[in-house]
């Protein structure tokens, strides 16, 4: 539970020397050229492999004090660091790599009729704060695509994951002490527990942008506390629409791939909608859902497409797959696991209006061969992405081309969506003049 925690003095005398040390790390970062912040990252790449086996040991502990706290299975899965994963970030960050240098870009300009030229310049935000919770892979994440793009990272990690990204900190700060990079561009405040990440919601002036990672609870409490501007992140009470022209197979394979392929995720289905003339589509999905050991909480139409057999009860654990009454608890819910809500709804307006009334704005999907259908759906769906015949998973930094990626923002601003290095970058308006005056 996040709670709000007093600061005292001490505390925040360290985090300014912490933040002093960013901001001095971000001016000299903004020095530097691409082929001396590849290199930075190539050391980091290198340095994740070669100590692959040192980060299962420290992720192991994590995870053995996870599971004596209780941690639940989504949250647990989020933590685990084995070695596919560790490759997958090596891999990650050595795409970072290969782009571009977001930095330095001339998005517009032109002389103005005295003669001045004017331009307008994509540059670093500065320093960054984020706060996440079991999520190592936010570490080494945040630390490439900071660097690439010029910005300092201040981290606060949380206390679940404590021994995975003190060692993953020690294998970026090395990377950086080996390479031109200052080694105060990426740090943790890990040390200072639950009052730093309050302290750093404080720190505005110091830090420019702070950015949440984590479950509701977490990012409403950053947004509604941070005095330093906020980029909102990752809830996703994300929903699958499947109209009354959907081929039963495509639907199948979408929402089973939707809700199962990786449930513990933001970009996973939480709720099922299904045109109550697509019966035998949405029996498919039923079942198959059923038969991956997914919890079903159903309304009364649903229902009546299931089995003839009794609503289940979470407390007896002899049914191995739950069938339960909706509520609509559960449809603001954003499971993190094996559990969906299913609604059949009567037509495409339907689910316009429950999409509208439920979505967190992150990702919402249709499967239909009906073109209006699709083409009405992606005008009217706000969300940070809209997807037609196609699973939700792949609302992804890396499925999107962007490499690692900082969160997935589901603000109408500047950021929105998967965010990568562009999104990380401000702009700067640059005249060169020569001794014009205004009068």
């Known amino acids: 539970m996040v709670e709000t925690v007093e600061t005292d003095e001490t505390l925040i005398d360290d985090l300014a020397e912490v933040t002093d040390r960013a901001r001095d790390a971000s001016r000299r970062l903004a020095r530097l050229d691409r082929e001396q912040k590849d290199r930075t990252l190539g050391a980091v790449a290198g340095g994740l492999r070669e100590s692959a086996a040192a980060l299962i040991e420290a992720n192991e502990k994590d995870l053995e004090r996870g599971r004596t706290a209780g941690l639940s299975r989504a949250l647990l899965d989020r933590l685990t660091l084995d070695e596919s994963r560790i490759e997958a970030l090596a891999r990650a960050v050595e795409e970072v790599i290969s782009f571009d240098d977001p930095t330095g870009r001339v998005l517009q300009g032109r002389t103005l009729p005295n003669g001045i030229r004017l331009s307008q310049v994509a540059v670093p935000l500065g320093v960054l704060g984020v706060i996440y919770e079991a999520r190592p892979n936010v570490t080494v994440d945040i630390a490439a695509l900071a660097l690439k793009s010029g910005n300092a990272v201040v981290l606060r990690g949380g206390s679940a994951a404590k021994t995975t990204n003190e060692t993953l900190l020690a294998i970026i700060r090395q990377a950086l002490r080996t390479t031109s990079a200052p080694v105060d561009a990426v740090q943790s405040i890990d040390r200072f527990g639950r009052e730093g990440a309050t302290a750093l919601m404080e720190t505005r002036g110091s830090v420019d942008v702070l950015i949440p990672r984590g479950g509701r609870e977490l990012i409403q409490h950053v947004v509604q506390n941070s005095r330093v501007p906020v980029i909102e992140t990752g809830e996703g009470n994300v929903h699958v629409y499947v109209d009354a022209s959907a081929d039963p197979d495509m639907a199948t394979d979408i929402v089973l791939n939707a809700k199962t392929h990786r449930p513990s995720v933001c970009n996973a289905a939480e709720t ?127 499925e999107f081309g962007l490499g690692a990626e900082v969160g997935i923002s589901t603000q109408k601003m500047h950021a929105r969506g998967p965010m990568g290095m562009g999104e990380l970058t401000t702009t700067k308006w640059v005249l060169r003049g020569e001794g014009q005056v205004r009068a």
């Open 272 to 398: 099922l909608l299904i045109h109550q003339e697509a019966e035998d589509a949405g029996r498919e999905c039923l079942r198959a859902l059923q038969h991956a050991g997914v919890a079903l909480h159903v309304d009364d139409r649903a229902r009546a497409w299931l089995p003839d057999e009794k609503l289940g009860n979470p407390a007896e654990e002899s049914s191995p797959v739950r069938v339960e009454a909706l509520t609509d608890d559960d449809l603001g819910r954003e499971y993190l696991d094996l559990e969906i809500a299913v609604c059949v709804v009567d037509d495409l307006d339907g689910a316009l209006t429950h999409i509208r009334r439920w979505s967190t704005a992150h990702t919402e999907a249709i499967v239909t061969e009906s073109l209006s259908a699709s083409e009405r759906f992606l005008a009217e769906v706000d969300a940070a992405a809209v997807i037609v015949n196609a699973s939700t998973r792949f609302t992804d930094g890396g």
